[in-house]
């Protein structure tokens, strides 16, 4: 029988001995609690536990007395830390911890949510070269096995390790992370990214997702988010259920903004039929450089591979090989695979000692026994860096449309085995070997795109169509484009600016024109560099003004409107392009300005919002006619947005080309909004009108 000694106080702290709280739980976490059934003893830190069930079925030794309990014991403090409160016992240091992070998170300031498997190996890597300083990391504290993905086998209570400005800063279930996470909290953080899933709790997940206003960012180098096996092979992929989906994660699918590391791997998650948020390809952090002067390479067959070879990277394919010729992996192979002690390998922590090796061993080959389709491979990148030949495995159930064939192809020493016969690798070898080889540069080479997906904060996104030097050619409704000069507009579009940066918060300023400001400042003659001035006032600056057909369509073209929606789309294909993360999208066309009547809060709404006149020609005779001298798209319809100016655009050059008359198409005003969904109009706009070509009645509007 359990011996029922009193509880024990150690200084202000008050331990449950086991048997006096059986089936209680604690306060925050309600995890349900069982008294001792195998350890007579009672000890102040042992003896209190998660029931099973509750735990998700933990596996625990087979081992009676201390060492069961101690297990038992150290669940209970790993998730509701070591000091864990049953009832009213006990202080509530789940409460406590909660509290503890939300303090240091809000101290630390606006942050990127991560969420990992782990960081350690080509993990670590990547996310040390992408992460700010400002990011929040969060792992699970115990990954049980590679057969666990996220929505299944993950217990509700499994431990989540969160790293704060590079520092540990609490162990805690997810529910309690969630609990952190909002509240104060919430407003500090607006993205999260999710570089892997697996060993992440469904209800975890679920919880994240749920809070409103947040943009969810992930990267196809995790195929979890497709199949079951976070690693599928070739030969599985084509074998039954193989590529069995895994349906625990489809929920999360239309709220996911992708990121691919490569073309190929991107057609693959769009094949799926996923229907994510969007997927784009992106740039990844690499290494990017050879060193120079090339090394001679050994006089006699060397054959190397780079990386940590398991099962599915073709350990069993190498042992036999090693039998072979002479072979070095630069890296480990695992140990479980049947005469992997025979081959030579030595593992290193850095480019810096990958080179030393380099410099020992001088490969003249280098082979990839791919067998899996993987999504990038950094590995092949330092392979290619060396400029030796590359022996690549290709078998019957290969296929080119990945990642690791697709950058090959473009790599003059590439050359192709089924990897079936060791003598003949090894004859392919001899034949294609190289004289020399290069070293490494350890330089890592970031793309900017990975700043802009990052960043702690949403950008709200200013798009200002500009032309400051027109022509004298007519437009369809008025005989002349601007009753101002280039000069005056030019100081326009600067107080335009001025405005932006004064009324609307954490601004990203596009601005876009397509003149030849170096000419027209150069006329001017005021010593002012146009171009230069816009550049520093602006956070981006597009100026195309050498690009003969869009000339075309902003100054000879009678329709003003197209060519404001090509510069418009030249916007946004930047923004796509260098992957700004915006919260919306306003437009503002250059040269008017955002007064004391600009609400920024009304614009803060999930609607595309739009302003019809309330005076004025449009007013009298246009019920159509809506405002696109300023607008704001949301976030959840800059697609919708961008296909509505591809449309504009498709339409009128037909026209024009066709010289059908553009007054069939009546005007932008009446066909923008339109064309969008969930429009809302509002009363004021908080906008002054310098309309160029006269003046208008309704100029604040």
């Known amino acids: 029988m359990v011996s029922r000694a009193p509880p024990i106080l150690l200084g202000a702290i008050l331990f449950v001995s086991p048997g006096i709280a059986p089936r209680l739980s604690c306060k925050v976490c309600q995890i349900r609690v069982s008294k001792c059934q195998k350890y007579a003893v009672v000890h102040a830190i042992r003896g209190v536990w998660f ?19 101690k297990h038992r014991q150290a669940s209970w403090q790993r998730d509701c830390g070591l000091l864990a409160s049953v009832q009213r016992r006990v202080a509530n240091v789940c409460s406590v911890g909660i509290e503890n992070l939300s303090r ?165 998650f769009r094949m799926s039929g996923a229907p994510f948020r969007s997927l784009d390809v992106v740039q990844m952090p690499d290494y990017n450089a050879s060193l120079y002067p090339a090394r001679p390479a050994h006089s006699m067959l060397k054959v190397g591979i780079i990386g940590a070879i398991s099962r599915i990277k073709g350990a069993e394919l190498i042992v036999p090989l090693s039998k072979e010729l002479d072979l070095f992996i630069f890296g480990a192979i695992d140990g479980t695979v049947r005469g992997a002690g025979r081959v030579r390998c030595q593992g290193y922590n850095g480019i810096e000692e990958l080179n030393t090796l380099l410099r020992r061993e001088r490969p003249n080959v280098l082979i990839v026994p791919a067998m899996t389709p993987e999504t990038y491979s950094y590995t092949l990148t330092l392979s290619m860096l060396t400029r030796l030949p590359i022996i690549v495995m290709r078998t019957p159930e290969s296929y080119d449309h990945v990642a690791i064939i697709n950058r090959v192809q473009a790599y003059r020493h590439t050359y192709y085995d089924n990897f079936t016969s060791a003598p003949a690798v090894a004859a392919l070898a001899q034949s294609v070997r190289g004289s020399h080889f290069h070293l490494i540069n350890p330089r890592v080479h970031v793309p900017p795109q990975w700043s802009h997906i990052l960043a702690p904060k949403l950008y709200n996104v200013v798009l200002v169509a500009s032309k400051i030097v027109t022509s004298a050619n007519p437009l369809s409704y008025y005989p002349t484009r601007s009753r101002f000069t280039p000069k005056q507009r030019f100081d326009h579009c600067l107080e ?99 007064n ?47 296909n509505s100016l591809r449309n504009i655009i498709t339409t009128l050059i037909y026209m024009i080309d066709g010289r059908i008359p553009t007054a069939i198409f009546d005007d932008i005003e009446s066909r923008l909004a339109a064309s969008l969904p969930d429009v809302q109009l509002v009363s004021s706009l908080g906008v002054t009108q310098r309309v160029s070509p006269y003046e208008v009645p309704d100029v604040h509007i």
Not at 55 to 66: D, R
Not at 158 to 184: F, I, Q
């Open 104 to 268: 240091s998170l809000q101290q630390h300031g606006p942050f990127t949510l991560v969420i990992t498997r782990n960081a350690y190996g080509g993990t670590k890597a990547f996310l040390d070269d992408i992460l700010p300083k400002h990011a929040v990391l969060v792992t699970p504290k115990d990954l049980m096995s590679e057969a666990i993905f996220a929505g299944e086998k993950v217990s509700d209570y499994a431990l989540l390790t969160v790293n704060v400005g590079g520092r540990l800063a609490g162990v805690l279930t997810g529910s309690m992370l969630l609990r952190a996470l909002t509240g104060e909290v919430e407003s500090l953080w607006e993205k999260l990214f999710i570089n892997h899933v697996i060993g992440f709790p469904a209800i975890f997940l679920e919880g994240l997702f749920a809070i409103k206003a947040k943009r969810f960012i992930s990267i196809t180098h995790d195929w979890t988010w497709l199949f079951k096996s976070s690693t599928p092979t070739f030969k599985t992929l084509h074998g039954i259920g193989g590529a069995e989906r895994n349906y625990a994660l489809q929920p999360f699918h239309s709220k996911l903004e992708m990121k691919s590391q490569n073309e190929m791997t991107a057609g693959i």
């Open 496 to 594: 335009t600016i001025a405005s932006i940066r004064e009324r609307v918060p954490n601004s990203f300023i596009v601005f876009i024109d397509n003149s030849d400001l170096a000419a027209a400042s150069e006329a001017e003659g005021d010593g002012v560099d146009w171009t230069a001035e816009l550049r520093s006032k602006a956070d981006a600056f597009i100026n195309d003004h050498t690009n003969k057909s869009l000339a075309y369509y902003t100054d000879v073209s009678d329709h003003k409107a197209l060519g404001e929606a090509l510069l418009l789309l030249q916007g946004m294909d930047w923004l796509e392009e260098q992957q700004v993360m915006a919260a919306m999208i306003f437009k503002l066309t250059a040269r008017y300005t955002l």
């Open 51 to 69: 029931d099973d069930e509750q735990y998700g079925g933990m596996q625990l030794p087979a081992e009676g007395g201390g060492v069961y309990c």
């Open 596 to 642: 004391e009547n600009f609400d920024f809060s009304q614009f803060r709404t999930p609607t595309n919002i739009f302003k019809r006149p309330t005076v004025g020609f449009a007013h009298d005779l246009k019920p159509t006619y809506i405002y696109t001298c300023f607008y704001k798209i949301a976030d959840n319809h800059f697609s919708n947005f961008r």
